[in-house]
């Protein structure tokens, strides 16, 4: 019994490098006093565009996807869990537990995102959908 799919190892190595860079460009801005929900905004943006490249690529392997699917539910899935659920795990950490460093309501946002974000990855937006043998014919359904 595999704990652990190759496929999760390759989403969790992509999410480092889109953590990086949403941790990273969200402490820079919030350090330069941009407001939290700017800051955040614009952290998630850039790892969601490096997110999306690599998680289709790489990840889930969809490139004979229909990207232009693909794109609209992967940022309407990834924009509704960075910008509604890791804003609201931010703002609730925050109240919470006043005067703790700004990392650490991030970090629980990050770990809320994670779940969210592969399951709906694997499940909705780059499921790999049985191939039709024939031309414009119905999918064979091999479950």
Known sequence: ????TATQVRFGIVGIGNTLVDALGYALLATLGVPTFVANF???????????TLNRN???????????????????VTAFGLWVIQFGVITLVSHLFPGVNLLVPKGAAIVVGLFWNY???????????PVSPVPGAAPVDSA
């Open 119 to 129: 399951l709906l990855y694997h499940y909705v937006v780059f499921r790999h959908r």
């Open 58 to 76: 790489f990840t889930f392997r969809a490139k004979d996807g229909d990207i232009r699917r693909q794109a609209l539910l992967f940022f309407g």
């Open 42 to 52: 614009i952290s998630t943006t850039a790892g969601m565009l490096l997110s999306f």
């Open 1 to 4: 019994m595999r704990f652990v």
